[in-house]
């Protein structure tokens, strides 16, 4: 049986889901360890990616709600457009959409041209944010919420491999 | 998208996880990351034994 994480890649890419990895789980997966428990997906905001997503959460059984008492099963026609990030729980784990990256945005399209094609040991194909973007947005961020481990280690990473 | 967003997001869903849930999340999350790491990070890699190690 597939773990958690491949269960909800393997979900996304079922139903054609345009979408990055992004965050604690893409460094972890490229370069090492970090604690990081929810998935981050940095999504094509187009209408007709954005119902595909819809249909991958509620397979996954996905909840969120604008408020605590308003919290339950995503509806299937969840407005993705009335925030930029959701934080959802599903079956599987947690994870998170973004419609726009900090530091990243307006620039899905050329982020998407530089993603690496990547995947899991089991096989699940996922699009990688590269290092050059992921550095990016954690500069954007206010110095103080920096994870400077990363930092340090990608701009090392790409000195050596410039 | 601001922090701000962002942390009010994730403070809202972490009141609304189930704790036994998020649990076992935590834990196959744990496990499969292990298994997917670089390979040369992996605690339970395989090791070469010593008889077949290179000596000097």
Redesign the interface.
Known sequence: MNMNVDTILEVFQRHKVDAILIGGMNFLLRHQPVLTFDIDFWVRDNDENLSRVTAAMRELEAQWGKSEKTWGTLSANHDWRSQNIFCVTTKYGAVDIFREVQGLEGQYEACHARSLLEQTVSGIPYRSLSDRDMLACQLALPENERRLDRVTFLKNHLEQSS | ???E??QR??A??D????PV??WR??Q??I???E????EH?RRNRPRVPKSLKPTL
């Open positions: 998208m601001t922090s967003e962002k997001e994730e809202k869903r009141r609304m996880y189930d849930l998020r999340h935590i196959e999350t496990t499969w990351a298994a997917n790491m670089p990070l």
